[in-house]
Nanobody, 124 residues
């Protein structure tokens, strides 16, 4: 069992930056691949970024590639999402999720554990 708690969301102007954190409970955090997803009002939850259990492989949605960076600190049971050059279309609730097994990093149905989400609002 893994419990996830996101933090770091807020209101920022376009072009600004935010760093999201996701703190995980449980001793097996390092065995999970981790992902960040987001959901805007009236839209489906979509993949943003993912990272392998070791941190050696990262994955990004085309819409955020070059602007967002995912990282993890297994010793701290924490995964991060650094978001730069934010745009109004990045406005959404951001969720972190843990994937214990195989399957595509991009597929939200492969993730077993989810946080409660943190709101990110980018003003123009």
């Amino acid at each position: 069992q893994v419990q996830l708690v996101e933090s770091g969301g807020g209101l920022v102007q376009a072009g600004g930056s935010l760093r999201l954190s996701c703190a995980a409970s449980g001793r097996t955090f390092s065995s999970y691949a981790m992902g960040w997803f987001r959901q805007a009002p009236g839209k489906e939850r979509e993949f943003v970024a993912g990272i392998s259990w070791s941190g050696g492989s990262t994955y990004y949605a085309n819409s955020v590639k070059g602007r967002f960076t995912i990282s993890r600190a297994n010793a701290k049971n924490t995964v991060y999402l650094q978001m730069n050059s934010l745009k109004p279309e990045d406005t959404a609730v951001y969720y972190c999720a843990a994937k214990p097994g195989g399957g595509s990093m991009y597929d939200k149905t492969k993730y077993d554990y989810w946080g409660q989400g943190t709101q990110v609002t980018v003003s123009s």
